[in-house]
């Protein structure tokens, strides 16, 4: 099974060639396809040349939606075209083919320039303005923006798939709130394995599927922005939780959070639909 590279962005696919021409490309790029079809490369060399074609504007990446794939395997159609390309045997467009199929199926993921990044934002929201009403321009921007955070999320944070929930993790920092310390531990959680809705559940600190630890104490929420104790993900959707750890609050939390640099933090998972620990990694 093939190792599944994240450079950056996951919500890409679709290429398009862009005033490619023998000159454009570096040998190297070329010799890297080779190379990696013929297994003395590995993925993450490869993508360094495909990245490189991105960042100079060679291949432009549009943005659309990630679909879900079952399996992490790199068919040997893509190795083939990536060979014959090098070699010149086929032409650009049957080579990206190839590189889209990995994009589309979350196998590759590459990384679109910041500029090009800002320049879709700007022109999403641009296309907000030819809704009917105030409220359809309003939703429109709102859901685009949504998108872009939820992108540029993903883009810094590692992934951890749990059950049907993928948690998408970025770091946290501690801070003094008086003589407790506090952490805010936010976290993008998005049904990536269900066809079904799937429930994150937190009433209150004592009847809550989600707590911290070191090893030694378990520390117990002191705030979150679950509704009515619930989180509910469609087949696909994504959603942000936030839950700030610090002074007891009682209700079942009865310990200060406290920070020690020298233990190792965890976020844990204890759901129906599966438990994992999320290294912290605090600072």
Not at 76 to 96: C, H, P
Request: proline share 4%.
């Amino acid at each position: 099974m093939k190792t599944i590279y994240t450079v950056a962005l996951a919500l890409l696919v679709g290429f398009s060639w862009h005033y490619a021409s023998a000159e454009e490309i570096p040998a190297w790029v070329k010799n890297n396809a080779k190379w990696w079809a013929d297994g003395t490369i590995g993925d993450a060399d490869f993508i360094q040349g495909i990245q490189f074609l991105v960042t100079k504007n060679i291949i432009k990446i549009p943005e659309t939606a990630q679909e879900q794939s079952s399996s992490s395997e790199i068919p040997t159609w893509v190795k083939n075209n990536a060979k014959w390309w090098a070699d010149g045997t086929i032409g650009d467009a049957d080579f990206i083919q190839g590189i889209q199929f990995l994009v589309k199926n979350g196998i590759m993921v590459i990384e679109r320039p910041a500029a090009q990044q800002q320049t879709d934002l700007e022109s999403r929201i641009e296309q907000c303005k030819q809704g009917t009403t105030q409220r359809e321009q309003y939703e429109c921007e709102r859901q685009v923006k949504q998108n872009y955070e939820t992108e540029q999320f993903k883009a810094k944070a590692e992934k951890h798939v749990i059950g049907p929930i993928t948690f998408y993790y970025a770091g946290a920092k501690v801070e003094s709130s008086g003589s407790t310390d506090v952490v805010n531990i936010k976290i993008l959680v998005e049904n990536t394995g269900s066809s079904e809705n799937v429930t994150l559940f937190c009433t209150g600190p004592a009847a809550c599927n989600y707590d911290v630890s070191d090893g030694k104490t378990t520390y117990k929420y002191s705030a979150q922005d679950f509704t009515s104790g619930q989180v509910v993900l469609r087949p696909g959707q994504a959603k942000f939780i936030n839950m700030l750890f610090g002074p007891a609050i009682g209700y079942g939390s009865y310990t200060d959070f406290e920070f020690d640099p020298s233990r190792e933090y965890v976020f844990n998972v204890k759901e129906p639909w599966g438990s994992a620990g999320i290294p912290l990694n605090l600072s």
